[in-house]
């Protein structure tokens, strides 16, 4: 999914608290449409963003460790 397509799911989505997506999806659009709905965006901030953005570290860890998993189950099995 894209930027683009991101807002929209996001508002067609059910209620959440937190969003976790990795740092491609820091857009100040998709930022406040997580703060209208009184979501959280545990988003770190891309490079090219001149002020970063503060995000809660702890939790996006939690998100990190998950995509690994995820990675370690679609290996192949040898």
Do not use: N
């Not at 996001?10 to 209208?36: K, M, N, T, V, W």
């Not at 988003?43 to 998993?69: C, G, N």
Request: proline share 5%.
């Amino acid at each position: 999914m894209d930027r683009a397509a991101a807002a929209a799911r996001i508002q067609a989505a059910g209620p959440f608290r937190r969003l976790l997506p990795d740092h491609a999806y820091d857009a100040s659009h998709l930022r406040q449409c997580l703060a209208e709905r009184g979501a959280d965006a545990v988003i770190p901030s891309t490079a090219s963003r001149k002020v970063a953005i503060l995000y809660d570290v702890d939790a996006y860890r939690q998100h990190d460790l998950v995509e690994r998993l995820w990675c370690r189950l679609k290996d192949p099995v040898i």
